[in-house]
Every structure is written in C-alpha cells, then in structure tokens.
C-alpha cells in the first residue's frame, strides 16, 4: 500500500526556516516524481516546485525562487523541503504528492502545519 | 503561466439532484500529439488532503463512485455529480497538468440544500 507520511507540525519565528519531510513506502521510490505544494488557511492550493527521485534535480516555482530547497535521501525514500526566511504569509499546509512520468497527483501525505508568528 | 477559473464559487444541491461545476484555463491544455486533455479534479474535505478523482478530463480514478464524471476539452470542462450524496460535500478543484507552474481553479464549495 502507497504511503507518504510527513513530519509534525512546526512553529517558527519569522526569519526562521523550516524543514519538511516525507517518507514515502509501498512503491519503488524512483518511479515517481515528488511534489511540494501548500494550502493556507481557508486558501487555494499553490505548486512549489518539483524533485526527480533518480537524479536528486529540483525545479521551483519562480515565487520561491532562492527561498526553498528540495532534496531527498534515497537510502531511507525520504524527501525534504526547506524554506527559508519565512513570513506570515508562509503559514499553510504544506503537502507532498507524487505524480507518475506523465500525470497529476495520484497520492498525497496528510500534510504538515506550519505556522509562522512572533 | 495558465490560470485557473471555477464557477460557480459554491453551490448547495438537493439530495439525489445534480451539481455541476465549470472550470476554464486560460489556454489550451489539449496536447496535440496524443488528444489528450492535461486537467485533473480533486476533491478535498476539511482536514484532509485533496483526493483525486478525475485525470484526462474524464478518466475515473480507481474506487471513485460513477456517478462522477468530468467532460470538456481545450480550454472548458465540467465536473459533474449525476445524484448527489451527503458523502459529496466538499470543495472541488479542477487543476492543470499541462505545463509547469501546475496551477488550481479557486474552488468550487459544494453543499446540501
């Protein structure tokens, strides 16, 4: 069975970073592209950007150009998001979701908090 | 970058009526070399992740009830619920595939009248 399972909930300061993980397990780790993407509160969703599992090369959207930063550890089919110099305006739900070579979202984590306030 | 309109923002449907939800991009996701339509709907109810429901405008998801069915092409699409269930309330947004950045209509808040 597909999972991605994401880390807890964060509080940050504004001018802090955060760092996000997503364990996925139950397919073969390098099948699937992996998403990062956000929802504030009572808000839209919004596509941060996208990591190749093989290859470890990101691509962000230009809004978070030079603020975040995509990775995964292959060893442990884990990936990451970090972003930096956060705002209130960070505060969301921040999802990861895979897509196949050629598709859309088939299967998202549960989503993680984040929080930014003084 | 491709926007992503709804309409209408929210409705509220009788039980066992129908609801039908417009979504427009602001250009073609229609790709030419195999007609196939990059648009997505998913369903999200409160705290929970978005579910996907239809890709290629009308392609089912696995376990998704029928009574779901997506229709459109190019630039105009419609999801439609042919008998609505309490289980349906929800928000519902139709998204493109078709070229980064991947972007989602506002929502479409669906509700019981």
């Known amino acids: 069975q597909v999972h991605l399972v994401q880390s807890g909930a964060e509080v940050k300061k504004p001018g802090a970073s955060v760092k996000v993980s997503c364990k996925a397990s139950?397919?073969?780790?390098?099948?699937?592209?992996m998403h990062w993407l956000r929802q504030a509160p009572g808000q839209g969703l919004e596509w941060m950007g996208i990591?190749?599992?093989?290859?470890?090369?990101?691509t962000y959207a230009q809004k978070f150009q030079g603020r975040v930063t995509m990775t995964r550890d292959a060893s442990t089919s884990t990936f990451y998001m970090e972003l930096s110099s956060l705002k209130s305006q960070d505060t969301a739900v921040y999802y990861c979701?895979?897509?196949?070579?050629?598709?859309?979202?088939?299967?998202w984590g549960q989503g993680a908090m984040v929080t930014v306030s003084s | 970058d491709i926007v992503m309109t709804q309409s209408p923002d929210s409705l509220a449907v009788s039980l066992g009526e129908r609801a039908t939800i417009n979504c427009k991009s602001s250009?073609?996701?229609?790709?030419?070399?195999?007609?196939?339509?990059?648009l997505a709907w998913f369903q999200q109810k409160p705290g929970q992740p978005p579910k996907l429901l239809i890709s290629?405008?009308?392609t089912r998801e696995s376990g998704v009830p029928d009574r779901f069915s997506g229709s459109g092409s190019g630039t105009d699409f419609t999801l439609t619920i042919s008998s609505l269930q309490a289980e349906d309330v929800a928000v519902y947004y139709c998204?493109?595939?078709?070229?980064?950045?991947?972007?989602f209509g506002p929502g479409t808040k669906v509700d019981i009248k």
């Open positions: 979701a895979r897509t196949p070579s050629i598709g859309t979202f088939d299967m």
């Open positions: 139950g397919y073969t780790f390098t099948d699937f592209y």
């Open positions: 990591i190749n599992p093989s290859i470890g090369r990101a």
């Open positions: 250009q073609s996701v229609l790709y030419s070399s195999n007609n196939k339509n990059f």
């Open positions: 290629w405008a009308s």
């Open positions: 998204q493109q595939y078709y070229t980064a950045p991947f972007s």
